[in-house]
């Protein structure tokens, strides 16, 4: 009867041995997974982490690039008429000046002042040099009395003539002078001067 209970306690013994040893190891599983877990929780927030931050990244990139394309649109719209106003003065702005200057009637009496009396005392002194040449060549003392140069300073005359062409101010100079001191500078300067080409091109349409 005793071995009977001895052999019953240990097979009760062995029982609980057997599940002890099952919960011991459930427990051991259940840390395992709970340890996993946590390194999961970890890896999770540190990628949601590396997300917000692409994401931060990416949003500044985009803000970056449209303020660069804002900009490049700025400046383009600012170079284009530079560039307009490069070539009008290239091609007509500084054509315009010249004929503006070359067909003042500012200019032609100052001009035809200069050349009469460039050849007037071009003419005196032609006459002079004859003159003496005909007295040293005959022994004669020349009567050029009826000349027309005679006892006309020609030269004082030509002299002043190119005093007054030299300090001469066009009023169209003062006015391009004037226009290039300003920033709308080309604007100005197209009010000021007539476009050759334009009048041109409305003179072959009439």
């Known amino acids: ?20 040893e099952e919960l011991t190891s459930l427990l051991s599983n259940q840390e ?7 390194f999961a929780k970890k890896d999770l927030q540190l990628e949601r982490v590396e997300k917000a931050e692409a994401a931060r990244r990416l949003t500044e990139t985009e803000g970056k690039l449209e303020s ?28 315009n000046v010249a004929n503006s200057i070359l067909n ?6 100052p001009v035809a002042n200069l050349m009469v009396t460039a050849r ?3 003419y005196t ?10 007295n040293d060549a005959l022994r004669v003392d020349w009567d050029n009395s009826r ?11 030509h002299a002043a003539a190119k005093a007054e062409y030299n300090n001469l101010r066009l009023p169209v100079m003062d006015l391009v002078t004037t226009a290039l001191q300003s920033d709308d500078f080309v604007a100005q300067l197209k009010d000021i001067l007539p476009d050759e080409a334009d009048a041109s091109d409305d003179e072959d349409l009439e």
């Open 1 to 20: 009867m005793s071995e009977q209970r001895e052999v019953q306690t240990c097979a009760t013994l062995a029982l609980r041995n057997k599940e002890i």
């Open 32 to 38: 395992q997974t709970k340890v996993e877990l946590e």
């Open 68 to 95: 660069s394309e804002t900009a490049r649109a700025t400046v383009e719209s600012l170079v284009e008429p530079l560039k307009n106003d490069m070539l009008w003065i290239r091609h007509h702005g500084i054509i």
């Open 104 to 109: 003042s009637i500012d200019l032609d009496q």
């Open 120 to 122: 007037n005392d071009g």
């Open 125 to 134: 002194q032609g006459y002079a040099e004859c003159t003496q040449n005909v």
């Open 147 to 157: 000349s027309a140069t005679c006892r006309v300073d020609t030269g004082a005359a």
